[in-house]
């Protein structure tokens, strides 16, 4: 799952309350250590507290193999604030860049790389306009369906451009955003990072709505369309069990 946070203290908190480790543990465990930090807690106190939460999730988990990253993170706790961002600003100039692309999908492809670049930005100082996400998950999120091959060429494609670059260290396979212009009128505000492809097809005039159930941006369907499928399917579930 890509699931980009733009709020930490609600995700840990959704954690502690739920009990849910989720798909990627370690980053929720470092999640709920920094929430602890924030509200008081010293780091001895939060190992423990950290291990109260893995076994409440799962009674079943080896708590002795978590013993070092449960440790590390405990004393990484005072390192990193949580942040809680609003989202992020695509200027005009970013947005001109993209549209002079040829073709809908390495637009949105583009458009994609610059979110999570300015999304990086807006968690780290220091990021410098890099993306921190696997190929395999950029691609879900532009909503592109593409062969591996695929997938290489157009990023290579963008390569050519100019519109990204890539690491001088050889095994990191991190994208450089190149197109960032900060200077120039705010044109979209994009604060919801599911489906990053399709708003840019709806900004871009295409049929798209947004799910008035769950807000994800979806492909419009049918003329009077309210809800995505996965939400329009339990509504229809729930109107069945009723009657
Ligand atoms: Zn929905």
């Given at each position: 799952?890509?699931?980009?946070?733009?709020?930490?203290?609600a995700?840990?908190e959704?954690?502690?309350?739920n009990?849910?480790?989720?798909s990627?543990?370690?980053?929720t465990?470092?999640?709920?250590?920094?929430?602890?930090?924030?509200?008081g807690?010293?780091k001895k106190e939060?190992?423990?507290?950290l291990?109260?939460f893995?076994l409440?999730?799962d009674?079943?988990?080896?708590?002795?193999?978590?013993q070092?990253v449960?440790d590390?993170?405990?004393?990484?706790?005072?390192?990193?604030a949580l942040f809680?961002i609003a989202?992020?600003?695509i200027?005009?100039?970013e947005m001109e860049k993209i549209?002079?692309i040829?073709?809908k999908?390495?637009?949105?492809?583009?458009?994609?790389?610059?979110c999570?670049?300015k999304?990086g930005?807006?968690?780290s100082?220091?990021n410098?306009?890099?993306v921190n996400?696997?190929?395999k998950?950029?691609?879900t999120?532009?909503?592109?369906?593409?062969?591996?091959?695929r997938?290489?060429?157009?990023?290579n494609?963008?390569?050519?451009?100019?519109?990204v670059?890539y690491?001088?260290v050889?095994?990191?396979?991190n994208?450089n955003v190149?197109?960032v212009d900060n200077d120039?009128?705010?044109v979209?505000f994009?604060?919801d990072?599911?489906?990053?492809?399709?708003?840019?097809?709806r900004?871009?005039g295409?049929?798209?709505?947004e799910c008035?159930?769950?807000?994800?941006?979806?492909?419009?369907?049918?003329?009077?369309?309210?809800y995505c499928?996965?939400c329009?399917?339990?509504?229809?579930?729930?109107?069945?069990?009723?009657k």
């Amino acid at each position: 799952m890509t699931n980009i946070v733009l709020n930490e203290k609600a995700c840990a908190e959704y954690a502690l309350e739920n009990l849910i480790l989720g798909s990627k543990p370690t980053e929720t465990l470092g999640r709920v250590a920094r929430y602890y930090y924030s509200i008081g807690y010293k780091k001895k106190e939060i190992g423990s507290l950290l291990e109260d939460f893995m076994l409440k999730c799962d009674p079943t988990i080896n708590i002795v193999k978590w013993q070092g990253v449960i440790d590390k993170l405990a004393n990484m706790s005072d390192k990193y604030a949580l942040f809680d961002i609003a989202g992020i600003s695509i200027t005009q100039s970013e947005m001109e860049k993209i549209q002079a692309i040829e073709g809908k999908m390495l637009q949105r492809l583009m458009f994609t790389m610059l979110c999570l670049a300015k999304y990086g930005n807006e968690i780290s100082p220091t990021n410098n306009n890099w993306v921190n996400k696997k190929d395999k998950d950029i691609f879900t999120l532009s909503n592109i369906t593409a062969t591996l091959k695929r997938q290489s060429l157009m990023i290579n494609d963008l390569w050519t451009l100019g519109y990204v670059g890539y690491s001088r260290v050889v095994d990191n396979i991190n994208l450089n955003v190149k197109i960032v212009d900060n200077d120039s009128p705010e044109v979209l505000f994009v604060s919801d990072f599911r489906n990053l492809g399709n708003q840019y097809m709806r900004y871009c005039g295409e049929k798209f709505i947004e799910c008035q159930s769950c807000g994800k941006v979806v492909r419009q369907n049918k003329n009077v369309q309210k809800y995505c499928t996965e939400c329009a399917t339990e509504i229809n579930r729930q109107k069945t069990l009723e009657k």
